[in-house]
């Protein structure tokens, strides 16, 4: 097993360099880069980096020259033949060749865009512009190395020693944890937390912890890269972004409001079985299921995101009987902001009622609060959106109104076309 605290404090980046490969990404992104090759090729979108918790000066510690250096090694990667051979050979979600030949040989020939960066008032404005295709590439790189950069930054000061000490009190927090969900018979919990790790040897550690301590009730991880090397399932499906960029290319507000179930048709043609997960919080989930027509109900399952965990499990559960569906048999993903006592508040609220996945993210792969002075290793809220479409604004409302982006004129009339009305904001820790 790597000595960590010991290659931080030897490494360099031409050492440790932070995206060491194409598919040091998560797996929704191949699957959803595959659905945008098919269907929006021509598309050109814009992508930003977003930090909401903008106390953090991000700018003011992690420097300029670095993070070009980080973000123009990833613009020399790309996907080797080990690499490419696991894709179109491995199997997953239980089906072989899941990315079609003219995808893959895409894939091959791909490298990472050009890339815009400046500072401003203590932040980095770093955007990425042109065909979505190459843009949504960039989502999870750029995240994580904005947040390894800062965790460098704090590292750099720190003895050998003390280095050490930090290391062994975060993997005794992680196993501690671990320990207390080994407790939950038939809990199912996956690694999402790539884009807001604190690095990647960490993140590969903590899968390999989760690995041994969970054995059967670890259900993957959605690092590919982590995937391949560890032998464990790539996890993932979709995220907000589909709904986002198919709203903005809407013509009318009557388009505008079927975009998000033109989304589920185009998935439904391209992924089957537990692939057939809904996101239904991009413009509010209570609408979103309200109109949803009734062949979206035979869907899998529903990933609950932005709203209350256990409102929102209860409203998917209520919808399915509705539409007559048995809620015993379907799938629920929780995944916002999850740490082991909400997990374990759920598990207990919903044991026995329907199949449950725990997307165990930042928390997971960086939970290191309380280890450096004022809070400098806590984790944050940075998110990398995509912000227009064919020069559209993009909008995406949520449950949870801190989440909410987009034009303000915009936003209200998104909120118009998918009726929705006064919502309950809620912390954003991550």
């Not at 091959?108 to 512009?129: A, I, M, N, S, W």
């Amino acid at each position: 097993m790597i000595d960590i605290a010991t290659r931080v404090y030897n490494h360099t980046w031409k050492i440790d360099p932070i995206v060491r490969s194409v598919l040091d990404t998560d797996f929704y992104k191949l699957l959803m880069a595959q659905t945008i090759f098919r269907r929006h090729f021509e598309t050109r979108v814009t992508f930003g980096i977003i930090n909401r918790t903008s106390r953090v000066r991000i700018a003011d510690f992690v420097d300029e020259r670095e993070l070009r250096e980080q973000l123009d090694h990833v613009r020399t990667l790309s996907l080797t033949r080990g690499e490419s051979t696991w894709l179109r050979g491995n199997m997953f979600y239980g089906k072989r060749q899941m990315f079609a030949p003219d995808f893959i040989a895409w894939l091959e020939g791909f490298r990472f865009p050009p890339y815009h960066l400046e500072k401003r008032d203590g932040q980095y404005e770093l955007t990425f512009e042109g065909p979505w295709i190459e843009t949504t590439m960039w989502e999870i790189p750029a995240l994580a190395i904005i947040n390894e950069l800062r965790s460098r930054a704090v590292l750099r000061s720190m003895g050998r020693f003390e280095l050490q000490v930090l290391y062994a009190r975060a993997m005794t927090r992680v196993w501690e944890k671990v320990e207390r969900l080994k407790a939950l018979e038939g809990a199912n919990v996956a690694d999402f937390g790539t884009r807001r790790r604190h690095g990647f040897l960490w993140q590969d550690w903590c899968v390999q912890a989760v690995m041994e301590g969970l054995g059967a009730g670890f259900l993957g991880t959605s690092n590919c890269l982590i995937a391949m090397r560890r032998e464990v399932e790539a996890t993932g499906t979709n995220a907000h972004e589909l709904p986002m960029v198919y709203a903005a290319l809407a013509e009318s507000d009557a388009e505008l409001a079927e975009a998000p179930y033109e989304v589920l048709a185009d998935w439904q043609e391209d992924y089957d079985g537990n692939l057939r997960v809904m996101l239904p919080d991009t413009y509010g989930t209570t609408g979103f299921l309200a109109h949803a027509p009734d062949w979206v109900a035979r869907w899998t399952g529903i990933r609950v995101d932005s709203k209350d965990p256990i409102e929102g499990g209860e409203e998917a559960i209520a919808w399915w009987r509705s539409r007559g569906q048995d809620p015993s048999t379907k799938l629920v993903i929780f995944s916002d902001a999850l740490d082991v006592d909400a997990i374990e508040r759920i598990y207990r609220h919903f044991a026995g009622r329907v199949r449950m996945g725990f997307g165990w993210g930042t928390l997971l792969t960086n939970d290191f609060r309380g280890f450096a002075p004022n809070g400098a290793l806590d984790p944050i809220s940075i998110v990398c959106k995509v912000i227009s479409a064919n020069g559209r604004p993009t909008v995406k409302l949520s449950d949870n109104p801190t989440k909410a982006m987009g034009p303000p004129e915009e936003i209200e009339r998104y909120k118009r076309v998918f009726g929705v009305g006064a919502q309950q904001e809620r912390a954003v820790l991550v």
